[in-house]
């Protein structure tokens, strides 16, 4: 299914600087691009986003919104996890784990994810979100059919979804159904840490 094309939307970069050795998620998305086979034109076609946008995306020359994200991630028929690098361990364990130290990163620029998910998850994909001062989701609300809950581990956001919206601090946490539209953004000075968890989103649900 194509979703709703929006315009293309280049977020700037936030105060906080790339991590060293992080992947920025332009390295992801080409990856997974040419697993799949696809050139530029298919996946601007499948996604809605334009071809020079995802050529800008995949160049790490802009940083899509968490809402273009969603559509070229759903367009290449990619998990969330799919977009980091998930490298063997040095001892193999069963696939329902996820040491400490193998957790994955993506840089957004104006976001950091970390992955917490075991490797190939059937049901639930979960991370922790390092949002910046000022950071947010994006300038358009995402609208995907999944669940999607979380609690905050650190600082202050701003949750809102529907005509709702909320400020969520340490220890309050949250669920809704991810078809409503929905945006966060962190209002503070501080950096905010939030466990963002999505279930499983149905490809027949896009037919």
Do not use: C
Request: aromatic share 4%.
């Amino acid at each position: 299914m194509v979703l709703k094309q929006e315009p293309d939307q280049v977020v700037a970069e936030e105060e906080a600087a790339p991590l060293v050795g992080v992947p920025r998620v332009g390295e992801a998305i080409r990856r997974l691009r040419q697993v799949k086979g696809m050139t530029l034109q298919e996946l601007a076609l499948a996604s809605g986003v334009s071809v020079g946008m995802l050529s800008q995306v995949e160049r790490d020359r802009a940083n899509p919104s968490l809402r273009v994200l969603t559509q070229i991630r759903i367009a290449l028929g990619a998990s969330v996890s799919e977009l980091f690098e998930d490298a063997e361990p040095a001892v193999a364990d069963p696939t329902f784990v996820r040491r400490a130290d193998r957790r994955g990163w993506l840089e957004l620029g104006y976001l950091r994810k970390e992955l917490l998910s075991p490797r190939k998850p059937e049901t639930l994909q979960f991370m922790i979100l390092h949002i910046p001062p000022g950071g947010t989701s994006g300038g358009q609300p995402l609208s995907y059919p999944a669940e999607k809950g979380g609690m905050v581990l650190e600082g202050v956001i701003e949750l809102t979804v529907k005509n709702h919206t909320v400020t969520l601090r340490q220890g309050d946490s949250f669920l809704f159904d991810s078809l409503d539209p929905h945006s966060f953004r962190n209002p503070t000075e501080e950096t905010a840490r939030v466990l963002w968890i999505i279930g499983a989103v149905r490809v027949e649900q896009h037919l």
